[in-house]
């Protein structure tokens, strides 16, 4: 979800690793130990949840999350939480980074120390205000000011306890007053709009004399101020929630009567108190943030046109592609937008064709072909990831789930086994869920994509036109990947590839390691003799007696490698797409009956949308995808409620409220995805509710009335290949961008190549250069294409430079992001000057 700006689309997502978490307090008890998991928080807005790490005070969660940002933020928080079953979670630290500071820590493992949580500093939201300073003669020819202090509104306030009822105290202070006064309480809602004026008469001392209209006195201006705090009225004991506060001197108002400013809520101020930070340990991340600012398409055109020639670049070593896998740092940099840049546009196929042949044609033993972290090898491991995933969801996740559910014991080595254990009963364990996943991954072939076999084929026919004398190459080329870099890797970690939500235990952990061993070992055809496994080699010779199985895993690489299978056929197993437990409010089918809120469990498949009371119940309400005709965004005015959507159906619709933000979208894209081709879809909605006779947005009274909002639209039906192609683009200049000066050092190691024609020098042998002349003309282009992009990136920021105003609503006083931006800005200016 983009944030548009004046014709540029903002982008935001983050990628983080949960490492582990060190030396957290003892539980104040015999036991010592706790019971710990971890959130991820869009400031106060939680979006992700660890599993719970038992009886540990160093608790290793190796998870991974990634998400789209839909909103704005100030902090991206974790706390990490101890779990207790008779009374409220609690939070023993918390690590917040600013925004701002995200680039710091950019793809680095970093420790960062826990904070302790004090209920006066979790803050979020801003506020709107208006100060006017007027002088009034009395009767009597006193002068005296009065002060009118106008609230008129807040924007994205936490939710408390999942609610939210605010209301604002204004107060004036000075040397020897404070004067309070509260505006009305807004009832569920975290934007409240108050729009209340509060007059505060400001007095002046015996020895005024007046000097001129509205000349406010130096010494009342500096020792008066006003103070803005929020509240959440609570029913509990325990009072009212504090939700943030803004102080400022009267000062404010020495240039104009009047201020009018949006200010960031901040902490309560402790004024010069200080506490003793506490050692409550330390939480390893990953943090991976981005942000695609994205122009107009015709602004890409050179440059995406450059790409999509790859495949025809004789040497494909010399295409633009090609040499932004030379310039990045990792492959992987590389690989993830160009796939996603080749898919959008249907050429992934000949541009992987073209990249494995000149790997094949460079390799020269075929026992290591295709094994290094090649832009080859990446480039596929996007594609399967990508292209794949259904296939994983119909092929494995059933026995995954069992094996996870279960926690049969497993383990073979002697070593490792516990007491309780037998060492048979687990070898028989271990043989069994081997057997029964090759089993169904060998009998899966005619389930795996079209656009994975075209892929297969190429490398199948590369490699035994490059190896004639080795027949075993047809094999190993394909199985290389779609063992050992597509089924194991998914096996290993279920949860990277969507097959479940959170890192197994570390006995599940364990099975699951040892079935994805065997399964690469099965898959790559190796004899018992030289098997790389040692905890496996007696596991291996028993299994290879099972002959007619590798032969029927020639067989299935036989059918994912050939040319001839070109049926796009519809899988017609239901596909898990996403499930979770959300609210909803009731669709009235009886005409008479409640319409009220109930919490139940979701269930989308790519054939229908069903809701149960629990996850193991029968479903209460089906919903066949055919009969959704549009899935749009719910105004929060209508319930006064955070992250709804509705799902808009023929005769009714449903209204869901999703548990994030992050959530909610991501509910919304694949429900409209998977909706996408649906016939009868509207063009037309209405953004809010059906309540009391008349929709709350356009006032109409039939029920049945016209939409009065287009519908979003313009997703492709296809589920797993929705692509943006200017943001991947995009992606790929910032990528060039940063690598510019490998960019010219290629360019020298071209020239260098053209007139010497020698040996190459040390300095550039770590670029491939096939033909020095054609890769010159490409890096010239991409040199001129990258410098325009960027001469047009530069420009938009001088212009919003221009525009922006310091306590607009986009940049609220107390946004210290903008002063950096002010600071870039100004310095980059000065040298352009």
């Given at each position: 979800m983009a944030v548009e700006e004046e014709g540029l689309r903002v982008f935001q997502s983050v990628k983080i690793k949960i490492g582990e978490a060190k030396n957290l307090p003892p539980y104040p008890g015999p036991n010592k130990m706790r019971d710990c998991y971890c959130t991820v928080n869009l400031d106060q807005e939680e979006v992700f949840r660890t599993k719970i790490v038992e009886k540990s005070l160093c608790p290793f969660y190796g998870e991974d999350f990634y998400c789209e940002i839909p909103r704005s933020f100030r902090h991206l928080s974790f706390y990490i939480f101890d779990k207790d079953v008779f009374r409220r979670d609690s939070i023993i630290g918390k690590v917040a980074v600013k925004k701002e500071d995200l680039q710091k820590y950019h793809g680095r493992d970093t420790w960062f120390q826990f904070q302790h949580v004090d209920a006066d500093s979790e803050v979020q939201g801003k506020v709107h205000l208006e100060l006017r300073l007027s002088e009034v003669i009395t009767d009597s020819g006193v002068v005296c000011h009065k002060l009118a202090v106008r609230v008129f509104e807040c924007q994205g306030l936490p939710i408390v306890n999942g609610q939210c009822d605010p209301y604002a105290t204004v107060t004036l202070l000075g040397p020897s007053r404070s004067e309070a006064k509260k505006t009305k309480v807004k009832?569920?809602?975290?934007?409240?709009?108050?729009?209340?004026?509060?007059?505060?008469?400001?007095?002046?001392?015996?020895?005024?004399?007046?000097?001129?209209?509205?000349?406010?006195?130096?010494?009342?201006?500096?020792?008066?101020?006003?103070?803005?705090?929020?509240?959440?009225?609570?029913?509990?004991?325990?009072?009212?929630?504090?939700?943030?506060?803004?102080?400022?001197?009267?000062?404010?108002?020495?240039?104009?009567?009047?201020?009018?400013?949006?200010?960031?809520?901040?902490?309560?101020?402790?004024?010069?108190?200080?506490?003793?930070?506490?050692?409550?340990?330390?939480?390893?991340?990953?943090?991976?943030?981005?942000?695609?600012?994205?122009?107009?398409?015709?602004?890409?055109?050179?440059?995406?046109?450059?790409?999509?020639?790859?495949?025809?670049?004789?040497?494909?070593?010399?295409?633009?592609?090609?040499?932004?896998?030379?310039?990045?740092r990792e492959k992987q940099e590389a690989a993830i937008p160009l796939v996603r840049l080749f898919l959008h546009y249907g050429k992934i196929g000949p541009f992987l064709s073209a990249i494995a042949n000149a790997e094949v044609n460079r390799t020269l033993d075929p026992n290591t072909i295709f094994r290094g972290n090649s832009l080859t090898s990446k480039c596929i491991d996007e594609t399967m990831k990508l292209a794949g995933m259904h296939y994983l969801q119909v092929t494995l996740k059933p026995i995954i789930d069992e094996i996870c559910g279960n926690h049969k014991p497993c383990e073979i080595d002697p070593v490792k086994l516990k007491d309780a254990e037998n060492l048979d009963n687990n070898r028989e364990n271990l043989r069994h869920y081997v057997d029964r996943i090759f089993t169904v991954i060998t009998n899966s072939g005619v389930s795996c994509p079209t656009v994975m076999c075209d892929i297969f084929f190429s490398l199948r026919e590369s490699a035994a036109k490059r190896f004639q004398v080795d027949h075993d190459v047809r094999y190993t080329a394909v199985s290389s990947f779609i063992f050992l870099r597509f089924f194991a890797p998914a096996i290993l970690s279920p949860n990277l590839f969507h097959l479940r939500p959170h890192h197994p235990d570390p006995q599940t952990s364990r099975t699951l390691t040892l079935i994805s061993k065997t399964i690469q070992t099965l898959g790559s055809l190796a004899k018992s003799k030289s098997v790389p496994f040692k905890e496996l080699n007696s596991y291996i010779v028993c299994l290879l007696s099972y002959f007619s199985q590798i032969c029927f895993s020639c067989k299935f690489l036989d059918l994912i490698s050939s040319s001839g299978r070109r049926d796009h056929k519809h899988i017609e197993t239901p596909i898990m797409l996403k499930e979770g437990f959300m609210i909803k409010r009731a669709q009235g089918r009886n005409r008479f009956g409640r319409k009220n809120f109930k919490k139940r469990w979701f269930h989308l498949t790519n054939h229908e949308f069903m809701y149960h009371k629990n996850k193991a119940d029968r479903p209460l309400c089906n919903i066949p995808i055919e009969n959704i005709l549009a899935v749009e965004k719910l105004e929060e005015s209508s319930f006064k409620m955070k992250n709804m959507f509705q799902v808009i159906q023929p005769e009714r619709t449903l209204y869901i409220q999703a548990n994030n933000c992050v959530e909610a979208k991501d509910w919304i894209d694949i429900l409209t995805k998977v909706s996408q081709r649906n016939k009868k879809r509207l063009s037309m909605y209405h953004p809010s509710a059906y309540l009391n006779g008349h929709w709350l947005c356009c006032k109409a009274s039939s029920d049945c009335a016209a939409g009065c909002s287009p519908c979003t639209g313009g997703l492709p039906a296809n589920i797993q290949l929705d692509v943006d192609g200017d943001r991947e683009t995009e992606r790929i200049y910032s990528l060039f961008s940063t690598y510019m000066s490998k960019l010219d050092k290629m360019q020298e190691a071209c020239g260098s190549k053209s007139v010497y024609d020698g040996p190459e020098q040390e300095e550039y042998s770590g670029f491939v250069i096939d033909d020095p002349q054609e890769t010159y003309k490409t890096l010239k282009l991409l040199a001129a294409t990258v410098h325009t992009l960027e001469q047009e990136h530069a420009q938009y920021k001088k212009d919003k430079f221009m525009k922006t105003k310091y306590g607009s609503q986009e940049h609220p006083i107390g946004d210290k992001s903008f002063h950096g931006y002010i600071r870039q800005q100004s310095e980059s200016s000065t040298y352009s000057i």
């Amino acid at each position: 979800m983009a944030v548009e700006e004046e014709g540029l689309r903002v982008f935001q997502s983050v990628k983080i690793k949960i490492g582990e978490a060190k030396n957290l307090p003892p539980y104040p008890g015999p036991n010592k130990m706790r019971d710990c998991y971890c959130t991820v928080n869009l400031d106060q807005e939680e979006v992700f949840r660890t599993k719970i790490v038992e009886k540990s005070l160093c608790p290793f969660y190796g998870e991974d999350f990634y998400c789209e940002i839909p909103r704005s933020f100030r902090h991206l928080s974790f706390y990490i939480f101890d779990k207790d079953v008779f009374r409220r979670d609690s939070i023993i630290g918390k690590v917040a980074v600013k925004k701002e500071d995200l680039q710091k820590y950019h793809g680095r493992d970093t420790w960062f120390q826990f904070q302790h949580v004090d209920a006066d500093s979790e803050v979020q939201g801003k506020v709107h205000l208006e100060l006017r300073l007027s002088e009034v003669i009395t009767d009597s020819g006193v002068v005296c000011h009065k002060l009118a202090v106008r609230v008129f509104e807040c924007q994205g306030l936490p939710i408390v306890n999942g609610q939210c009822d605010p209301y604002a105290t204004v107060t004036l202070l000075g040397p020897s007053r404070s004067e309070a006064k509260k505006t009305k309480v807004k009832r569920k809602t975290n934007n409240p709009q108050f729009d209340e004026v509060f007059y505060f008469e400001v007095t002046r001392p015996l020895s005024y004399t007046r000097r001129s209209h509205f000349d406010v006195e130096e010494e009342d201006v500096d020792k008066m101020a006003v103070r803005i705090d929020l509240w959440n009225a609570s029913n509990l004991k325990f009072g009212d929630e504090f939700l943030g506060e803004i102080k400022f001197p009267l000062k404010v108002l020495r240039q104009s009567s009047v201020h009018k400013a949006w200010y960031f809520l901040l902490p309560r101020d402790k004024g010069s108190k200080s506490t003793k930070p506490d050692d409550l340990g330390s939480l390893r991340l990953n943090i991976v943030y981005t942000e695609d600012h994205v122009f107009p398409a015709e602004y890409y055109h050179p440059l995406r046109d450059l790409l999509l020639k790859s495949a025809d670049v004789e040497p494909v070593s010399a295409s633009a592609a090609h040499v932004l896998g030379e310039v990045c740092r990792e492959k992987q940099e590389a690989a993830i937008p160009l796939v996603r840049l080749f898919l959008h546009y249907g050429k992934i196929g000949p541009f992987l064709s073209a990249i494995a042949n000149a790997e094949v044609n460079r390799t020269l033993d075929p026992n290591t072909i295709f094994r290094g972290n090649s832009l080859t090898s990446k480039c596929i491991d996007e594609t399967m990831k990508l292209a794949g995933m259904h296939y994983l969801q119909v092929t494995l996740k059933p026995i995954i789930d069992e094996i996870c559910g279960n926690h049969k014991p497993c383990e073979i080595d002697p070593v490792k086994l516990k007491d309780a254990e037998n060492l048979d009963n687990n070898r028989e364990n271990l043989r069994h869920y081997v057997d029964r996943i090759f089993t169904v991954i060998t009998n899966s072939g005619v389930s795996c994509p079209t656009v994975m076999c075209d892929i297969f084929f190429s490398l199948r026919e590369s490699a035994a036109k490059r190896f004639q004398v080795d027949h075993d190459v047809r094999y190993t080329a394909v199985s290389s990947f779609i063992f050992l870099r597509f089924f194991a890797p998914a096996i290993l970690s279920p949860n990277l590839f969507h097959l479940r939500p959170h890192h197994p235990d570390p006995q599940t952990s364990r099975t699951l390691t040892l079935i994805s061993k065997t399964i690469q070992t099965l898959g790559s055809l190796a004899k018992s003799k030289s098997v790389p496994f040692k905890e496996l080699n007696s596991y291996i010779v028993c299994l290879l007696s099972y002959f007619s199985q590798i032969c029927f895993s020639c067989k299935f690489l036989d059918l994912i490698s050939s040319s001839g299978r070109r049926d796009h056929k519809h899988i017609e197993t239901p596909i898990m797409l996403k499930e979770g437990f959300m609210i909803k409010r009731a669709q009235g089918r009886n005409r008479f009956g409640r319409k009220n809120f109930k919490k139940r469990w979701f269930h989308l498949t790519n054939h229908e949308f069903m809701y149960h009371k629990n996850k193991a119940d029968r479903p209460l309400c089906n919903i066949p995808i055919e009969n959704i005709l549009a899935v749009e965004k719910l105004e929060e005015s209508s319930f006064k409620m955070k992250n709804m959507f509705q799902v808009i159906q023929p005769e009714r619709t449903l209204y869901i409220q999703a548990n994030n933000c992050v959530e909610a979208k991501d509910w919304i894209d694949i429900l409209t995805k998977v909706s996408q081709r649906n016939k009868k879809r509207l063009s037309m909605y209405h953004p809010s509710a059906y309540l009391n006779g008349h929709w709350l947005c356009c006032k109409a009274s039939s029920d049945c009335a016209a939409g009065c909002s287009p519908c979003t639209g313009g997703l492709p039906a296809n589920i797993q290949l929705d692509v943006d192609g200017d943001r991947e683009t995009e992606r790929i200049y910032s990528l060039f961008s940063t690598y510019m000066s490998k960019l010219d050092k290629m360019q020298e190691a071209c020239g260098s190549k053209s007139v010497y024609d020698g040996p190459e020098q040390e300095e550039y042998s770590g670029f491939v250069i096939d033909d020095p002349q054609e890769t010159y003309k490409t890096l010239k282009l991409l040199a001129a294409t990258v410098h325009t992009l960027e001469q047009e990136h530069a420009q938009y920021k001088k212009d919003k430079f221009m525009k922006t105003k310091y306590g607009s609503q986009e940049h609220p006083i107390g946004d210290k992001s903008f002063h950096g931006y002010i600071r870039q800005q100004s310095e980059s200016s000065t040298y352009s000057i």
